[in-house]
């Protein structure tokens, strides 16, 4: 029967019956209880049984099918009302429009069991629980419906194969997944890649800068007069020693941060060439921070890089003057990004280099600069919600509701397992009081 037909029958039976009847079925008292139900059902609840209801629910009973409801990971709507409510298949309709949920929708609304849902199917999933439990009354009925509906059997699709819409949906969504998992491969492909590209330009950057100083220190160990002294020429030769080291360190680097085993020879060199140029071994001291290919410090000073806050640094004789002057002399410029830069600027590609230079003191040095990777602010990756059998969003009536096509069956045909409380049943299945 359409539900055009029974909204038809009812309002004849109305004007039949006379005003007592109407008051009866009124739609005030019908969405009371119909708006205590569906308010239930949108509380979370998937199982509501009024206590008026004459075939109403055991707390067992509700407790049991809203496990397996659960359990069977379908949204499934089930609400045993009092036959004042409605008839049935008004109730059904009512309760979904009110609910607003896609789902598969149950009511017992009196002795009348009635079922539809939006993926279609369960109209007959209903009728077919019906005709199998009747006899064990309404909790089997409901219990075999979520059974079919969960995971319908061969006969269920056999009179209703599922929509062409569920097969579309379904292929759209693997689809998406594809598309998603493959956007991500990609994605996962491009940051490698990009990373690769920005660690071999990064790499390349140091390597400059390191060749630099070791062609320079190279060309000021052979210019050097070792005839003066036996300490001169073994001076050389630990310079010689260790320019030996920094260029292997340079042959062998394959990340930026193994430029410190090369600044650190190069720094040796330094010393070992100062000492060979010199007729005293000068004390051995941090290198210059303006500028490290200068050699060993002369002493220190308060300095704010530009930008930078301050700080005590080491310098040079030619450079600390100026440091303390609050003059800004002319720093060890290395290729970056951006051009030339200071090496503190120059992004944390160069803390090796300038860790090899400073070991003991970079921290306190350094604190500030570009050498010092800020981690990035760690984002609050969305999590993902578990996936509910539920949407929670509120959608139009698909599937039965809309081809109005509501399965089920009437306990006053067959024989409900529990006494229809003061309800009298008439021969339709209408209580009437
Ligand atoms: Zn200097």
New binding site residues.
Partial sequence: MTLRAAGLRRLLAALLTGWALIAFASPAQANTDVDRAAAELLAGASVTSSPKAEFALSATEVRQLTDKIAASKTPIFVAVLPARAGSADDVLVELRAAVGLSGTYAVLVGDEFRAASDAGGAADAATQAFRAHQSEGIAAVLSGFIDLVAAPTPAVQAVESPTPTDDEGNLLSRLLFWLLGLGVIGGIVALVIAGRRRRGSDLASVRAALDEELTELGNQIAALDTSSSETAREAADRALNAYERARSAVDQMNSTAAAAQVTTALDEGRYALACASSSRAPARKP?????????G?AGTASWSPPGLAARTIP??????PDVKSGAA?RPREVRAKGGPQAYWQAGPAFHGYAQGYFPSTFDALFVGTTLIAVPPVASTATATRPSSARSTTASKPTGDFASGKVGGGNFSGGEPSRSPGKARRTGRGKSVE
């Fill in positions: 290198p210059c921070f303006i500028d490290p290919r200068h050699g410090s310098a040079c004789a030619t450079c600390l002399p």
